[in-house]
C-alpha cells in the first residue's frame, strides 16, 4: 500500500473480522475541492477504506504472504454524507475463503448510524512476484506497532 485512508486498527481477527477508524479532518487536501463551502468525503475515499480494511483482514487470512487484489466492489451504497470532524468507524467481515481469493462485506459508521456499506471481492497474486508489494516491511510494522498483529 502506498497511501493510507485509515488512521489505526482496533481489532484483527484472523479469517473473520476487522475494525479500523478514521478521523476525518479539514487539514486533507481533497476535502477543499469536494465541494468548495460543503466539504464530504468522496465516495470513492469511503470504499478505499473499507477496501483496506477488508483488504488486510484478507491479507492476513494468508498470513500476508500473498498480494491481495482487490478485483470487485458489488452493492455499494452511501445513505449519508461524512463530513469534517466525523470519525469514522469501518468494519469488515471475511465471508467466503476460496482457493482463487477472498469475499467480503464491509460497512462504514459514524456515531453508530450507517454512513456506507459494500461488498468487496479480492483476488491473490501467487507465485507471479518474487516478493510482496502489497504488504511492505514498513507496512506490516505498522501494523505490528499498532498491536493488532
Not at 13 to 24: F, I
Not at 51 to 66: H, I, M
Not at 122 to 139: A, G, R
Amino acid at each position: 500500500m502506498r497511501w493510507f485512508h485509515v488512521d489505526r486498527f482496533e481489532v484483527l481477527e484472523k479469517n473473520k473480522y476487522a475494525r479500523a477508524v478514521k478521523c476525518v479532518s479539514l487539514g486533507e487536501d481533497h476535502l477543499h475541492d469536494h465541494f468548495p463551502g460543503y466539504p464530504i468525503v468522496p465516495s470513492a475515499l469511503n470504499i478505499e477504506s473499507m477496501a483496506q480494511t477488508a483488504g488486510v483482514l484478507a491479507g492476513y487470512t494468508y498470513d500476508f504472504k500473498k498480494n491481495v487484489i482487490l478485483a470487485k466492489v458489488e452493492k455499494a451504497e452511501f445513505p449519508v454524507m461524512v463530513r469534517p470532524g466525523d470519525k469514522m468507524v469501518i468494519e469488515a467481515w471475511l465471508d467466503e475463503i476460496k482457493p482463487e481469493g477472498c469475499w467480503t462485506h464491509s460497512k462504514i459508521s459514524v456515531d453508530g448510524r450507517e454512513v456506507g456499506s459494500a461488498n468487496i471481492i479480492f483476488v491473490h497474486l501467487e507465485d507471479v512476484l518474487p516478493e510482496s508489494f502489497v504488504f511492505t516491511e514498513n507496512f506490516m510494522d505498522l501494523l505490528e506497532s499498532s498491536g493488532v498483529i
